[in-house]
């Protein structure tokens, strides 16, 4: 096993703390690459992440784990695109799962009536739940999903279980142990809240045209908002005409979409495929068709500023986490170097993964959190 220097200096302050924790978590998010999406399951990944969400709650209480959560969230949605329907997704699971996480801790956990694993259990279980109802209300509001609910309880139990168990060892690892500072020490990095009127008005009003196809059933409306959206994302990236196209790369959940509305649905029977509906393949179109709006949306919120708006309401929100929200601002700037690093890391055999998840995580971890160390530790000194 891979040995490593203690992440956190005492003299690094607690949003050099923060910050490290956040990579750590980036680099969780990125184990989860490795292992493939049930078309049918597309809310299914292990939420390796919970680790550090349960030793920040445990480490720095309730409210500053919700300002993590939307931070990572916003760090993800950065880089990856922001859209309705990935911002519902992510939000609704992460902030969910952290309010339970964080009342099981303070009711249960601190008097030791209950440990990590059945806190991450309860946290998955309640991740999923909470990514359910937005896949039923937003994308599916079909009875078949109910199906879904065994698998949703027993992957909880499975992956929750070996999350719970790697809390501990993942704590040792980023420095949980270490002496936090109770200040932003040298580290002063401001928010760029710049944001033009216009800018914020085109983010609100794209929010507003989003939503309200929620409550579109006409098929040509839809079609033309596709088409309309498509074309404004090649308009905002007139060098890359192939972001027109760019809602195919999620083919997974379109496959979801198809499952539930095509085979779980009742009406006349299509003569050519009786095993299907005609209800059914119109409202699998009509879904695909806003499905496909709301990822489009990524491109109109990043040259729109979206990250600005949403910062600036963070620090509106939460005044006194000055020190969480300049680690995100660390985090924010060396997020795609861990990622790639991360990636570059996940040559990990499931099989090895799901039977031995703490001795694979552990050599994991330990091998990417030299490179985290150096760049908190040049951080810092770039800062003073």
């Given at each position: 096993m891979i040995s490593t220097p203690s992440l956190i200096k005492q003299d690094n302050g607690a949003a050099l703390q923060k910050a490290v924790w956040l990579l750590a978590a980036v680099?969780?998010?990125?184990?989860?690459?490795?292992?493939?999406?049930?078309?049918?399951?597309?809310?299914?990944?292990?939420?390796?992440?919970?680790?550090?969400?349960?030793?920040?709650?445990?480490?720095?209480?309730?409210?500053?784990?919700?300002?993590?959560?939307?931070?990572?969230?916003?760090?993800?949605?950065?880089?990856?695109?922001?859209?309705?329907?990935?911002?519902?997704?992510?939000?609704?699971?992460?902030?969910?799962?952290?309010?339970?996480?964080?009342?099981?801790?303070?009711?249960l956990g601190k008097r030791k009536?209950?440990?990590?694993?059945?806190?991450?259990?309860?946290?998955?279980?309640f991740h999923n739940a909470g990514q359910f109802f937005v896949v039923y209300f937003i994308m599916s509001q079909n009875i078949s999903l109910l199906g879904q609910i065994p698998f949703m309880l027993g992957a909880s139990i499975v992956f929750g279980g070996i999350v719970g168990i790697l809390v501990p060892v993942a704590a040792r690892i980023i420095g949980f142990y270490g002496n936090a500072g109770n200040s932003i020490a040298s580290v002063n990095i401001t928010v760029n809240q710049?944001?033009?009127f216009i800018d914020k008005i085109i983010v609100v009003l794209t929010f507003a045209a989003s939503i309200s196809l929620m409550f579109v059933n006409n098929f040509f409306v839809l079609t033309i908002a596709a088409i309309l959206f498509s074309l404004t994302a090649v308009m905002i990236n007139p060098k890359k005409p192939a972001v027109f196209f760019y809602p195919v790369k999620f083919y997974m959940l379109f496959i979801f979409i198809a499952a539930t509305y095509l085979f779980f649905s009742y009406g006349a029977r299509l003569d050519l495929l009786p095993f299907l509906t005609r209800d059914g393949l119109f409202s699998f179109v009509k879904q695909s068709l806003r499905l496909w709006c709301w990822l489009q949306t990524v491109?109109?919120?990043?040259?729109?500023?979206?990250?600005?708006l949403f910062m600036g309401a963070l620090q509106k929100f939460f005044p006194g986490k000055k020190e969480t929200l300049a680690a995100g601002m660390i985090a924010l700037k060396h997020f795609p170097e861990i990622t790639r690093l991360a990636k570059s890391k996940t040559k990990i055999p499931i099989t090895a993964l799901l039977l031995k998840p703490k001795m694979v995580l552990t050599e994991y971890m330990n091998s990417i959190n030299s490179r985290i160390a150096l760049i908190v530790d040049n951080e810092h000194v770039e800062k003073d």
């Open positions: 680099a969780l998010n990125a184990v989860e690459l490795a292992i493939p999406r049930v078309p049918f399951l597309p809310w299914l990944k292990p939420g390796f992440a919970n680790i550090i969400t349960i030793l920040w709650i445990i480490r720095f209480g309730f409210t500053d784990a919700i300002l993590y959560t939307a931070l990572r969230v916003w760090i993800s949605g950065f880089y990856f695109g922001f859209s309705l329907f990935t911002l519902s997704l992510s939000f609704s699971g992460g902030l969910l799962s952290t309010v339970v996480m964080s009342a099981l801790w303070v009711t009536l209950i440990g990590t694993a059945g806190i991450a259990m309860t946290g998955a279980l710049t944001a033009e491109h109109i919120f990043k040259k729109f500023k979206f990250h600005e």
